[in-house]
T-cell receptor, first 114, second 112 residues
């Protein structure tokens, strides 16, 4: 595996379900991000982890819960979602330091909430 | 409030033509401006980036033009090819911050 991988690629869940999205980066980076991508909207930053510590949470509803057990793995735990949460969820990673701006994205998980 | 405004929303260009996508921002604390390219079913991929201390950066057929006084920057794709058909996002980063602020994207279609 190379780059940033995400599983599953597609997920359909009911509003009462609990599911988790997984992200793994194989780039040796130490910062990881969750973004939400909705049609005709800018990518929305949800969470940032730097050196496994959460450094930013852009007022995301508590039904989204991130977990970063180590610098290579990032999870997004989902529960009691709403239909408006249907979107493409992208994971990204970068290396802290002068080139931190170079974020590398995974292919995303297409989430549909029914 | 949208931090980075991008236009047009969609663009159709003939093969061999020049594709131009524009972005504007207000926050003078932005110090880095990347462009990302996204194909269907893929995540965005960094294409080219510029800092505000230069007015132009070129990599192959892709050029960023930067106008600091106008707070605008644009992506030019020369000799556009059907393989360039994708969605392009501009973005900006504040000094010292982790996150990027993205534009809404431009869907480019290059017709043969």
């Amino acid at each position: 595996e190379t780059g940033v991988t995400q599983t599953p690629r597609h997920l359909v869940m009911g509003m009462t379900n609990k599911k988790s999205l997984k992200c793994e980066q194989h780039l040796g980076h130490n910062a990881m991000y969750w973004y939400k991508q909705s049609a005709k909207k800018p990518l929305e930053l949800m969470f940032v982890y730097s050196l496994e510590e959460r450094v930013e949470n852009n007022s995301v509803p508590s039904r989204f819960s991130p977990e970063c057990p180590n610098s290579s793995h990032l999870f997004l735990h989902l529960h009691t979602l709403q239909p408006e949460d249907s979107a493409l969820y992208l994971c990204a990673s970068s290396q802290e330091g002068t080139r931190q701006y170079e974020q590398y994205f995974g292919p995303g998980t297409r989430l549909t909430v029914t | 409030q949208q931090q980075v405004k991008q236009s047009p929303q969609s663009l159709i260009v003939q093969k061999g033509g020049i594709s131009i996508i524009n972005c504007a921002y207000e926050n003078t604390a932005f110090d880095y401006f990347p462009w990302y390219q996204q194909f269907p079913g893929k995540g965005p991929a960094l294409l080219i980036a510029i800092r505000p201390d230069v007015s132009e950066k070129k990599e192959g057929r892709f050029t960023i033009s930067f106008n600091k006084s106008a707070k605008q920057f644009s992506l030019h794709i020369m000799d556009s090819q059907p393989g360039d058909s994708a969605t392009y996002f501009c973005a900006a980063r504040k000094t010292g911050a982790n996150n990027l602020f993205f534009g809404t994207g431009t869907r480019l279609t290059v017709i043969p």
